[in-house]
């Protein structure tokens, strides 16, 4: 199935297997071909999560962006997806496409986002030209003179390192991050197209990481971290110019920066200054959802505790906490 037109990389078997090996979900597939076919025409994946706290429910698929279904039978698998929610006694049914269309009957729109994405086609020239002036431009030139350097690595010390600006990272917006094993998984799975950039210091130290997955013509980026100590030298900025510029090289058409939340203005203004260009998109869910209120107790009180949490606590938190999540 990930080699459909329309695949993402979260439609490939190394990212289901990163998802089962970390969290234990149980990846599921529905297709109309018939089961010794060589290969699939259509196809609608999703993983089982079976958790005491948030209940059984189908995802397709946890910890994506967007997995929507592939083919041209997407109605007829929408259904039997349903079919299997309802007859199997699960709490729920998502499914995220990564665009923007009416659910299919039985199904309601759930949650909302942003997708972003970069036309590499367009040449150096015109992408750097397209960063914003001042806020990323000026910010790449800094890094030059502050001496940062990139480095694709690769070793699992690398890994932990990005892990530790990831936890800060997270702290700062409130979150607990997810477990290392999880980056420890996604790199053993996408052995060949899992990449890890750090942006060092002249002393080498990491100051800011990006992680990058390859599919097909398409560059996704995944995850990003930085020590806001330095965010003066550039670094993020200095990093997806990097990616921009090594991407088209290598051949590659498009950069996708994957979601952010409608009411993520801070994120949604930065990927535009790279130059992106950001379409809607809704997820689907059974039976329908009501979001719930911003600025409850339960947010009140997580934003205090990834606040004054010691780093080893938050990160067993985070161990502890995303399986059950999805």
């Known amino acids: 199935m990930n080699k459909h037109p329309g695949a993402?990389?979260?439609?490939?078997?190394?990212w289901l297997a990163a998802l089962e090996r970390?969290?234990?979900?149980?990846?599921?597939?529905?297709?109309?071909?018939?089961?010794?076919?060589?290969?699939?025409?259509?196809?609608?994946?999703?993983?089982?999560i079976r958790s005491p706290w948030t209940g059984r429910r189908l995802v397709s698929l946890p910890f994506s962006d967007y997995c929507g279904p592939l083919g041209d039978d997407a109605g007829l698998l929408t259904r039997e997806a349903?079919?299997?929610?309802?007859?199997?006694?699960?709490?729920?049914?998502?499914?995220?496409?990564?665009?923007?269309?009416k659910p299919p009957d039985g199904m309601a729109e759930g949650p909302g986002f942003y997708r972003h994405t970069i036309d590499l086609?367009?040449?150096?020239?015109?992408?750097?030209?397209?960063?914003h002036k001042d806020s990323i431009a000026?910010?790449?030139?800094?890094?030059?003179?502050?001496?940062?350097?990139?480095?694709?690595?690769?070793?699992?010390?690398?890994?932990?390192?990005?892990?530790?600006?990831?936890?800060?990272?997270?702290?700062?917006?409130?979150?607990?991050?997810?477990?290392?094993?999880?980056?420890?998984?996604?790199?053993?799975?996408?052995?060949?197209?899992?990449?890890?950039?750090?942006?060092?210091?002249p002393d080498g130290q990491a100051v800011a990481g990006i992680v990058l997955l390859r599919h097909?013509?398409?560059?996704?980026?995944?995850?990003?971290?930085?020590?806001?100590?330095?965010?003066?030298?550039?670094?993020?900025?200095?990093l997806f110019w990097d990616a921009m510029e090594s991407a088209h090289q290598a051949g590659f058409e498009t950069l996708d920066l994957g979601r952010s939340d409608l009411d993520g203005a801070g994120l949604i203004?930065?990927?535009?200054k790279l130059g992106a260009s950001g379409k809607r998109i809704s997820y689907w869910r059974y039976?329908?959802?009501?979001?719930?209120?911003?600025?409850s107790t339960g947010e009140a009180v997580r934003k205090w505790c990834c606040a004054h949490l010691p780093d080893s606590a938050l990160a067993w938190a985070g161990a502890r906490l995303y399986p059950h999540i999805g």
């Open 121 to 131: 086609t367009a040449g150096p020239e015109t992408l750097y030209r397209n960063l």
């Open 22 to 48: 970390t969290y234990g979900y149980r990846p599921r597939a529905l297709t109309t071909a018939p089961p010794a076919s060589p290969a699939l025409a259509d196809g609608l994946v999703f993983c089982e």
């Open 216 to 238: 097909s013509r398409t560059i996704y980026y995944k995850y990003g971290a930085s020590d806001e100590r330095f965010h003066a030298m550039g670094g993020m900025p200095l």
């Open 287 to 295: 039976p329908s959802v009501t979001a719930g209120a911003k600025g």
């Open 82 to 101: 349903l079919a299997l929610t309802k007859n199997g006694g699960f709490r729920y049914l998502e499914i995220r496409p990564g665009y923007d269309a």
């Open 269 to 272: 203004e930065f990927k535009e």
């Open 138 to 201: 000026r910010k790449v030139r800094r890094a030059g003179r502050e001496g940062l350097r990139i480095g694709r690595e690769t070793d699992r010390s690398a890994i932990h390192e990005f892990h530790r600006l990831f936890l800060v990272t997270r702290r700062r917006h409130g979150y607990p991050p997810p477990p290392v094993q999880w980056l420890d998984n996604l790199f053993a799975t996408h052995a060949d197209t899992a990449s890890l950039h750090l942006a060092r210091k």
């Open 8 to 14: 993402t990389v979260f439609h490939t078997a190394a």
